[in-house]
């Protein structure tokens, strides 16, 4: 259990631990402004981490400032790797600018020069929303813009000519023929031979064929054994240059995933995707969660018989989707969005930095078994023209990187407007019948009626010519419930109402073979907006969560558990 890619040969500094640190209100400076002089560091914090998780700084919004020193060896270029920083983040060696983050959630390399010895590494991180300076976060999204560096941070030295990250593609499930494409940037050959080693056996050398920077090859594996949910059989393969100055260390699944006549097959077995949105959010971590409650996510969601997660909104931790690799989930990963209307889809910036982050997310994700959608834009005004041609280059941007998983995007416009479904593979539905626009008079009775006829909508909507043949998952459906909250009345905000309302949802899609795919709305509470908006949101959190924000199962998890298991015994 690591984090891939490795590069043995490669001195790594891991920087994780506690650092420096002083807090900046917003009203003093903005990243924009800032610059590390003259900085007083009046206390110690931990990175990775959120700095407006802990008690002093709960809420705040301004610059987490961090400091700490690491060394290198020999002169050269170094890289610095962050797993994640939200919302911005601005990084300074010796006082020097090398990177400015706005790419919140996105796992990012920055190369800068350094001489041998010791250096001043400084983190200067803001969690104020301000779309003007970063187009990808804006106040209304329904998630806590927490603050902080997420998942890991490290710096590495580099060699001169380094390898890149070697994707991995099935080409053949039932061989083990695959497809090898190494990052060699700086390689103006058209064929170089590289050794290959897979899992542990003794090296072999390939011939690659070199394009654009990328050094390709086919080969079968050795002994494949295929990734599925039921077998998460992982291989390792080493690439090493020929004169043995970098290597690098791969893990990946081999698996072919594919839509075909309403379906999504894995190995041509047909998925019957059930589980959860999950956020990573935590009241005492923030969006940086440590893997023990990764762990323990997942080990909740095994035990209510799921299979599925999609990963919302925004990349996910890279060690998430390896826990996911080793239990054999199944993941959908969207790059990060939320609503975004006709005003970021005309804005040149925000278009821009979705295509980045996106491609961004496929490269970070690419050799992940478990990741088997790509998604972007959630609920994205998708009845607006222009979303259309965003969508595109989206896709392009995907298919570019992969061709080898279907493209969704999560639609809340279906029948009311929606005119994107033909651009991607599978069409997701979120929606909420029963749970948002009732009557001020309605009953939960007749609430709960909704959804089965709301579904009957959206077959009928989607049984066009260009749409018929296209899966279909209900990506969001839930209800809130306030833990502790019972009542044998039943009435919304209880925990029986959202019980009975999952109840009938799971009743409902489990008579609809037309939907292969179930991603209740969501895991555990998750902290929300700070604002007057929480007049709909209780506590600053969004209550639909199965679990609260601690992991304390409400009434509705005996359901899902009874619902989805016996959903997969009618499928095996
Ligand atoms: C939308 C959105 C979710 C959440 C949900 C809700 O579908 O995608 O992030 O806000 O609504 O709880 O209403």
């Known amino acids: 259990m690591c984090a891939y890619p490795l590069f043995p040969k490669r001195r790594t500094v891991d920087l994780a631990g506690v650092w420096d640190f002083v807090f900046l209100p917003e009203s003093l400076v903005k990243l924009i402004d800032f610059s590390p002089e003259q900085i007083e560091y009046s206390e110690f914090m931990p990175l990775p981490g959120c700095f407006d998780v802990t008690p002093d700084y709960a809420g705040k919004r301004g610059l987490g400032v961090y400091r700490r020193t690491f060394s290198v060896s020999g002169d050269g270029i170094a890289r610095l790797h962050v797993g994640g920083a939200t919302v911005s983040a601005k990084f300074f060696c010796d006082g020097k600018l090398i990177a400015l983050d706005d790419l919140p959630y996105s796992g990012v390399t920055y190369d800068f020069p350094v001489s041998a010895g010791e250096h001043e590494l400084v983190a200067a991180v803001e969690n ?6 970063n187009p990808l976060f804006y106040a209304g999204y329904d998630f806590y813009a927490f603050g902080g560096i997420l998942r890991s941070i490290s710096v590495e030295e580099l060699p001169d000519f380094p390898l890149g990250r070697c994707r991995v593609t099935t080409l053949d499930w039932q061989t083990g023929r695959v497809r090898l494409a190494v990052d060699l940037p700086e390689t103006p050959a058209e064929k170089i ?45 080493k690439i090493e240059k020929m004169d043995a100055s970098d290597a ?14 309403q379906h999504i097959l894995l190995n041509g077995k047909p998925l019957c995707l059930l589980g959860y949105n999950r956020h990573e959010s935590h009241p005492e971590f923030g969006a940086n969660l440590p893997l023990a409650i990764s762990i323990e996510d997942l080990q909740l969601l095994r035990k209510l018989h799921c299979n599925f997660i999609r990963g919302c909104h925004y990349p996910q931790s890279q060690d998430f989707l390896d826990l996911c690799d080793d239990m054999g989930f199944l993941v959908w990963e969207e790059s990060l969005a939320w609503g975004n209307g006709k005003e970021c889809l005309e804005n040149e910036r925000f278009v821009s930095k979705q295509i980045e982050q996106t491609r961004l997310m496929v490269r970070n994700s690419f050799n992940h078994p478990s990741v088997i959608l790509w998604g972007f834009l959630n609920e994205t005004h998708s009845f607006e023209p222009s979303a259309r041609t965003v969508i595109g280059k989206l ?6 990187e992969d061709r080898s998983r279907p493209i969704t995007f999560a639609s809340m416009s279906i029948g009311y407007g929606e005119q994107c479904l033909d651009l991607v593979d599978v069409i997701s539905c979120n929606t909420y019948p029963g749970w948002y626009g009732n009557q001020t008079d309605e009953a939960p009775d007749s609430m709960l009626t909704k959804i089965g006829t709301r579904f009957d909508d959206v077959e009928r909507l989607i049984d066009t010519p260009k749409l018929r043949d296209k899966p279909l998952i209900i990506s969001e459906i839930g209800a809130a419930a306030l833990y502790g909250c019972r009542d044998r009345m039943a009435i919304p905000w209880t925990e029986e109402f959202q019980s009975d309302y999952v109840a009938e949802v799971c009743r409902q899609i489990a008579a609809r073979p037309r939907i292969c795919g179930l991603a209740l709305w969501h895991f555990a509470d998750a902290r929300t907006f700070k604002v007057n908006a929480s007049l709909n949101r209780a506590r600053g959190f969004n209550n639909k969560g199965s679990f609260d924000e601690y992991r304390r199962p409400k009434a509705v998890c ?4 009874d619902a989805f298991s016996a959903m997969r015994k009618k499928l095996d």
């Open 128 to 133: 104020r929303i301000d779309p003007d300076f």
């Open 248 to 261: 690098v260390v791969e893990r990946f699944g081999i698996r072919e995933i594919r839509c075909e006549k």
């Open 558 to 561: 005996r359901t899902v558990a």
């Open 395 to 400: 896709t392009e941007t995907i298919r570019a």
């Open 193 to 237: 031979e590289l050794q290959i080693a897979f899992d542990g056996e003794p090296a072999k050398l390939e011939s690659f064929t070199v394009r654009n920077g990328v050094a390709v090859c086919e080969c079968t594996v050795p002994n494949p054994a295929p990734w599925s949910p039921e077998s998460p059989c992982l291989h390792i393969v």
